[in-house]
């Protein structure tokens, strides 16, 4: 029996009541706190009120751990899991027990992983568990994308700790892309707050290191990056995406040390693993310094009816039919060119066939297709950056063999025999009926967005102006042998 048990044991010498939040009390001794506790002894010894008082008011935490803290006391054990530890370090740390919290630290270096590694990394620097702060930051560096897509705590991140994640240089990513999102996804989360600090974040962000694709589509139009010195940054990354210090360390392991790439300050590089090469059709167009185009024997996926859109250095194709048993899947997967297979990406939310596909800013929308009971209405947002998939609101009506494009803030699904014009807003959720087209389009239909107009060519050539909800014909569209029959890959090249 120790000498805590012992003291427990003389009813006669409890001296003081400890009052809980749940207005429960614990009797105790004075002398069991003082030894066990600073906090305590301070109370009890300063003259503070609750030095003379028989009870002593309780509410630096729940009533739960205050009596698993105290039990402490009196036993020498305690008994942590996952669900406790969090409220049993902010206790420590109020009843100034060092060699507890030191455990508790321990414990949680034990349970880090992808999903809670950003919230341990943050309460391991508000509570300054020292031992924990570097596990954590390690796990975030190494399962980057991982751990700020499955987590919403990295919405929390002070801009400070946010700054020790993004400029540490053993971060690894598939490229700065998703670096580049996570910065803007943190500062959307309270944007009157957090815009000012985009600048002085994106100052660490590797901007040579991410895609030319996006760069050029969505990082440009990036409303936050619109001032002179995130522009400077942008326009530096392109211009030394040539260089040949560059070139070198995209095509070396993407582990290797980040290299210097500007005199202007003191950035360095990430290294990753990227695509060298472009496919189209059943060849690739080397895009390396040797520029030269070589034949290769890539795979299909192993289903048909499936839609492809080649997305931020990516190649993805979605859904489709099972070839072994004609079902509609909802499959999701990546071209990896090293392996020269196609790896598994987040399935779809809904199983579908020949859905069209369209990319609009970060995200690839999945709409409409065939499903088990025929027509498909659904509308399917995917972040390839961290691999989520959302519902979104459904598209209004039918729109079979038709085709589909971004414009502006919009998407347009367009022709099939339906004689379809549906708009589609990603920023409210919502869709809209519009104007018909004038003919049916329905064999192999094409449609493409240019100088503000939508172009469909499919059993005629038609233009729809979204500023006055009207279709006109469009005869350059046809070709001049008035032959529409053409092989559905050459429309593809007009898209």
Known sequence: MTSLQRLK???????????????????????VLMAASPFFETMFQSGMKES?????????????????????????TIDINAGNVQELVAASEFLCLTDLKEHLGAFMTDQIDATNCVEFYRYARKFSLGKLIPHCLEHILSNFSQAFGSSSNFADLSEEELINVVSDDRLKTENENIVFHSVVRWVNVDLEQRKEAFVRIAAFIRFPFCTLEECHNNIVREKLMINATCMDLLYEAISTKTSPIIQHSMHSSRHVPRLAYTTKKPHLLRVYANFSHLMVGQCTEDITQTNQVSGVGWTFPQRTDYQTIFNQDRLFAFGGCDSSNGQHCSTVESFDQKQNTWKAEPAMLQAVSKPYIVHFGTKIYVLGGVDANGPSLATQEFDADWGIWQLKKEMPGVCQSGAAVSLNHRIFVVGGAERACFSYTPSTDTWAVLSQPTHVHNVFPAAAAWKGKILLLGNQGEEYDPETDAWSACQALIPTDGNLSVPKGLFAVFM
């Open 9 to 31: 044991k003389k009813e006669s010498s409890i001296d003081i009541s400890l009052k809980l939040p749940d207005e429960t009390t614990i009797p105790c001794h004075k002398l």
């Open 52 to 76: 003379t008082q028989r009870e002593v008011q309780l509410d630096f935490s729940d009533a739960a751990t205050i009596k698993m803290v105290i039990d402490y006391f009196y036993s020498g």
